[in-house]
């Protein structure tokens, strides 16, 4: 039995890209040399990287006016890329904390700049994202993380502000359709829906850059990455090539509108599935549920080894909460098809029976 994999990410990628990342690492489209032993200068992997970029621009409709990056160092290093990059002396920025990757974005943005958190819902262990709340129009950007990976809440729709908009998108980017006139700067980690971890991808609008004046590390200097089309220094190249592998499998698979239904499905059946089943209970507020990484807990503590314990059996794996929310999460990204989580959903009914 194949099983299931609903890691939070590091997580689940098509089949066939593993299939063909194997076979790159052993000799690349015929080469007779391994993708890992190339230059990342050879035309071979230059056409492999010109590929990716053309296609998350076609497939999110990047504008002209936004330059794509793909950099190391995690999207944990965007916490301070963006600050460092975006804040000139004096300035202040504004951040909605909405949980743990939130939290750590504002802890690295105060090294660079004062910072104020203009909404949160630490105070109910993040379980919804906050509605209502004021931007002062002379801070530079605000800054949001649109799916919250260990929460399970997700924004349904951008906040409206009138100041340039930053995301951390690392565990919902490409499941949804983005409008770009809304944003200035979106990264987000590969290791969900876009490929193996060691890549980030950074979308970034070039005029958000022309009053930025200080000296910064090359490395660390979007100017710099830009003008080198991230090739500044050798790039991570194997993560580049499976991410652009899943990027021609999204395409074959109908792009976003596609992938965005059958997200919509695999959610709905769970969701109804937690609400139905009288044993479980969903941690995030119906209206805030994310749609990548669906967090719930069961009423009686006692049986969440015997559940998991039961998911493993069934060959579904990844289950277990994230110590912060406890009980389960199953994340449920772009390549888990509908029979993944139907496979879940049959478990935790068995699981009811048994235990009625
Ligand atoms: N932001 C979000 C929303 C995440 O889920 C994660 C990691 N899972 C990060 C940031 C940190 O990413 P990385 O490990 O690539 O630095």
């Known amino acids: ?6 890691s939070a990410g590091p997580s689940i990628l098509p089949q066939e890209v593993f299939q063909q990342a194997s076979e790159a690492v052993l000799n690349f489209e015929g080469t007779g040399l391994s993708l890992l032993e190339m230059s990342h200068r050879d035309k071979a992997f230059v056409q492999v990287y010109e590929e990716a970029v053309s296609l998350v621009k076609e497939l999110l409709a990047v504008p002209s006016e936004f330059e794509v990056l793909f950099l190391s160092g995690g999207a944990s290093s965007q ?3 963006v600050p460092m990059n975006l804040l000139q002396d004096g300035e202040k920025a504004a ?21 104020a958190v203009v909404a949160s819902s630490k105070s109910s262990n ?15 950007y605000l800054h949001y993380t649109s799916n919250n990976t260990i929460y399970g809440t997700q924004f349904q729709s951008e906040p409206n502000v009138s ?13 949804r359709p983005i409008d770009f006139s809304k944003f200035d700067l979106i990264y987000a980690g590969a290791q969900k829906n876009l490929g193996p971890a060691g890549v980030t991808l950074v979308l970034i609008r070039r005029s958000i850059l022309d009053r930025q004046s200080k000296k910064l590390p090359s490395m660390l200097d979007y100017r710099i990455h830009i003008a080198n089309e991230s090739m500044y220094n050798t790039p991570p190249v194997f993560p580049i090539y499976v991410s652009m592998l899943t990027l021609r499998w999204l395409k074959a698979l109908g792009g976003i509108s596609a992938i965005q239904l059958r997200n919509d499905a695999k959610a709905k ?10 044993l479980f209970q969903g941690h995030a507020v119906p209206e805030d549920r994310s749609r990548m990484n669906v967090t719930f807990t069961i009423k009686d503590a006692s049986l969440e080894k015997d559940f998991l314990a039961k998911c493993e059996e069934n060959g579904c794996e990844g289950l277990k909460g994230h110590r912060s ?28 029976d048994e235990k009625k």
Not at 269 to 278: G, P
Not at 327 to 336: D, K, P, V, W
Not at 340 to 345: D, P
Request: net charge negative; charged share 20%; aromatic share 14%.
């Open 325 to 352: 929310v406890g009980g389960f999460r199953a994340s449920i990204y772009n390549a888990m098809d509908l029979s993944g989580v139907e496979r879940l959903v049959s478990i935790m009914k068995q699981f009811e």
């Open 1 to 6: 039995m194949r099983k299931v994999n609903f």
């Open 126 to 140: 993040f379980n919804h994202i906050p509605k209502h709340y004021d931007v002062p129009a002379h801070f530079r």
């Open 95 to 115: 951040y909605i904390n909405t949980g743990t990757w939130s939290t750590k974005a504002i802890d690295e943005a105060q090294l660079f700049g004062e910072i």
């Open 163 to 175: 100041i340039p908009l930053v995301s951390d998108m690392s565990s919902d980017i490409f499941s």
């Open 269 to 278: 059946l769970l969701y109804d599935e937690i609400d139905r089943n009288s």
């Open 79 to 81: 916490f301070f890329m």
